[in-house]
């Protein structure tokens, strides 16, 4: 029964993290910019987590680690998410989110380069996968040639910060790193939104799309990808996070009509096989595993 709520809570944060492509379209629609949009999301996730923080009694972290977990939150996070949501402005958002999840094969090829992880042949094969996958995935026809590049570009960002903040994490909580890493991201979107000038939302349903996209995208599957962690495990909560895509896809073709060509679909299959086969290798061979330190 426990594992059975585990496996549940993680496929509703996978599903939830599925859904902020989606409702980030709605409101651009509504006249947001990318900047804007990020700041009111990162501002409302920071003031719930901080609230959660004061009713579960935990401090914030101090000194160094305060200093580490900003720099992650102010750059590796801001730039992560601002290629990752200017990228659905240029290309489908199904391709977006499976290139996306390129970022557990950056991490094996960057353990590999800088930390000398052995290259096993299971490595390999799920590298000569994702290679596949992505060129099949990544068809550079009506004009989605820049959000290719930028939904590649939001992979490998992730994936420098996931192994910058494996040791980071290690000396706090879930719900202390997210809460500063939101801040941090939600300060500098502040300081870029006032540079550019805000685009604030100018209907009821913009708002509904940015409170949307700070509950249903972002506190609501930190909250459920935490309870299900402890109960699975990081290796099957990895394994059960590749349905994020899985549900974006699904629901841009529902709601947006996106149309999924078949060669998107093989080279989404192939993405999501390399991921699986990093994800199931033996530890020993395992670099810092990506469910470990998911934030948003």
């Known amino acids: 029964m426990n594992r059975f709520l585990g496996i549940f809570l993680i496929v509703v944060s996978a599903a ?6 989606i409702i980030g379209r709605y409101a651009y629609a509504d006249g947001l910019d990318v900047t804007t949009m990020l700041f009111l999301r990162f501002t409302i996730a920071a003031i719930l987590m901080f609230a959660w923080l ?4 935990e401090p914030l972290p ?25 990228a659905i402005s240029y290309a489908s958002i199904g391709l977006v989110a499976l290139l996306l999840y390129l970022y557990p094969v950056f991490v094996t090829i960057l353990t590999v380069i800088f930390q000398k992880v052995k290259l096993t042949s299971r490595t390999v094969i799920a590298l000569v996968l994702a290679t596949i996958g992505a060129a099949l995935t990544a068809n550079p026809q009506g004009g989605q040639l820049p959000g290719i590049l930028l939904a590649i570009s ?27 890493i939101f801040a941090s991201a939600a300060l500098v979107f502040g300081f870029l939104t006032a540079i550019r000038g805000p685009h604030w939302p100018t209907t009821q349903n913009g708002w509904l799309a940015i409170s949307g996209i700070a509950v249903i995208a972002t506190l609501l599957p930190v909250a459920t990808f935490l309870g299900g962690l402890k109960i699975v495990g990081a290796t099957d909560a990895s394994l059960l996070s590749t349905l994020e895509p899985v549900v974006t896809v ?11 060509q078949p060669l998107m679909i093989a080279g989404g299959v192939l993405i999501l096989a390399a991921v699986l086969l ?7 061979n395992q670099a810092a595993e990506p469910a470990q330190i998911q934030s948003a």
């Open 16 to 21: 939830s993290f599925g859904t902020l492509a």
């Open 54 to 57: 004061a009713i579960r009694k």
């Open 62 to 86: 101090r000194g160094r680690t305060l200093l580490q977990l900003a720099g992650m939150g102010g750059l590796g996070y801001v730039g992560q998410s601002f290629c990752f949501m200017s």
């Open 154 to 180: 939001a992979a490998m960002i992730y994936a420098v910060y996931i192994l910058v903040g494996t040791g980071v994490m290690q000396k706090v909580s879930a719900i202390q790193s997210s809460a500063v």
């Open 250 to 260: 699904i629901l841009a073709a529902m709601l947006l009509g996106e149309k999924v």
């Open 278 to 284: 990093i994800v199931r290798q033996p530890k020993k």
